[in-house]
């Protein structure tokens, strides 16, 4: 598949400044598909339980990190490449009161600057779409569970065939290099040596979030984005975000869950 010339350096920029803060504002500090529920349910799949070790890779903010702490008695290390996202994670951290059992990294999902077989559970939430190489990715997942651990991620994913330019326009807008396949991911794990538990499409209620997001976009937070960051900024949201509903509901972008164990 055709990488876009995204690099790391374009997803981080962005998330810096006004990208990542507006899709706060339309997904809450998750920054993912369905916040705390969807973030219980991965949790369950995967056996996140007081005292796993998690390390959460691409963790923004930290709102999932938080969660598991929270609600299972997890340790969570949360890395990321955006320096603001890091700081922000570690502020609202400390302001939780679970600087004891959540901690977060500046680094690069590409090279985890961890030592092998150190995390029962390597976790992701609709972010790995960003990363540029998936198969290293996966590789450098597996090389720091420990044997036996479990790998658990939700992302999204190209669900139906799309014109070329179709492809571009959409990972363009959502600084993504390319979108893998639900089979595409099932692949890539069994390769580096995991025992694929779930592999889910999840694509059926995507549509519906979608337009969730549009529907906030143009309508509560239309006044506030434009505001803080100018009618061109919510324009180039708008115009991107519909690109996104028409692909969804026309089955050609979804999003998948994928629970492995290392063996």
Same mark, same amino acid.
């Given at each position: 598949?055709?990488?876009?010339?995204?690099?790391?350096?374009?997803?981080?920029?962005?998330?810096?400044?006004?990208?990542?803060?507006?899709?706060?504002?339309?997904?809450?500090?998750?920054?993912?598909?369905?916040?705390?529920?969807?973030?219980?349910?991965?949790?369950?799949?995967?056996?996140?339980?007081?005292?796993?070790?998690?390390?959460?890779? @691409?963790?923004?903010?930290?709102? %999932?990190?938080?969660?598991?702490?929270?609600?299972?008695?997890?340790?969570?290390?949360?890395?990321?490449?955006?320096?603001?996202?890091?700081?922000?994670?570690?502020?609202?951290?400390?302001?939780?009161? @679970?600087?004891?059992?959540?901690?977060?990294?500046?680094?690069?999902?590409?090279?985890?600057?961890?030592?092998?077989?150190?995390?029962?559970?390597?976790?992701?939430?609709?972010?790995?779409?960003?990363?540029?190489?998936?198969?290293?990715?996966?590789?450098?997942?597996?090389?720091?569970?420990?044997?036996?651990?479990?790998?658990?991620?939700?992302?999204?994913?190209?669900?139906?065939?799309?014109?070329?330019?179709?492809?571009?326009? @959409?990972?363009?807008?959502?600084?993504? %290099?390319?979108?893998?396949?639900?089979?595409?991911?099932?692949?890539?794990?069994?390769?580096?040596?995991?025992?694929?538990?779930?592999?889910?499409?999840?694509?059926?209620?995507?549509?519906?979030?979608?337009?969730?997001?549009?529907?906030?976009?143009?309508?509560?937070?239309?006044?506030?984005?434009?505001?803080?960051?100018?009618?061109?900024?919510?324009?180039?949201?708008?115009?991107?975000?519909?690109?996104?509903?028409?692909?969804?509901?026309?089955?050609?972008?979804?999003?998948?869950?994928?629970?492995?164990?290392?063996?």
């Amino acid at each position: 598949m055709k990488l876009l010339d995204i690099t790391i350096a374009d997803v981080t920029a962005a998330y810096e400044g006004a990208v990542g803060i507006i899709w706060e504002m339309l997904m809450g500090e998750q920054i993912h598909v369905g916040g705390g529920e969807e973030t219980d349910l991965l949790a369950r799949r995967a056996g996140v339980h007081a005292g796993t070790r998690v390390l959460d890779v @691409l963790s923004g903010l930290g709102g %999932p990190a938080r969660h598991l702490a929270r609600t299972y008695g997890a340790t969570v290390t949360g890395l990321d490449a955006t320096g603001r996202m890091v700081s922000e994670a570690v502020l609202r951290t400390k302001n939780a009161g @679970l600087g004891d059992r959540v901690a977060f990294r500046l680094g690069n999902a590409l090279d985890i600057p961890f030592t092998s077989e150190t995390f029962d559970v390597v976790w992701g939430q609709d972010s790995w779409c960003y990363v540029t190489d998936k198969d290293r990715l996966i590789r450098e997942c597996r090389r720091v569970a420990v044997p036996g651990g479990t790998i658990a991620f939700t992302d999204w994913i190209q669900a139906g065939p799309m014109r070329d330019d179709e492809r571009r326009s @959409l990972n363009a807008f959502m600084l993504f %290099p390319y979108m893998e396949t639900l089979a595409g991911y099932e692949r890539l794990l069994r390769r580096h040596g995991f025992a694929v538990t779930e592999c889910e499409d999840l694509s059926e209620d995507f549509a519906s979030h979608m337009h969730r997001y549009r529907n906030a976009l143009t309508g509560d937070l239309k006044d506030r984005i434009v505001e803080r960051f100018g009618t061109d900024a919510f324009r180039e949201m708008e115009h991107g975000i519909a690109l996104w509903v028409d692909a969804a509901d026309e089955g050609k972008v979804g999003r998948g869950r994928f629970v492995g164990r290392k063996a």
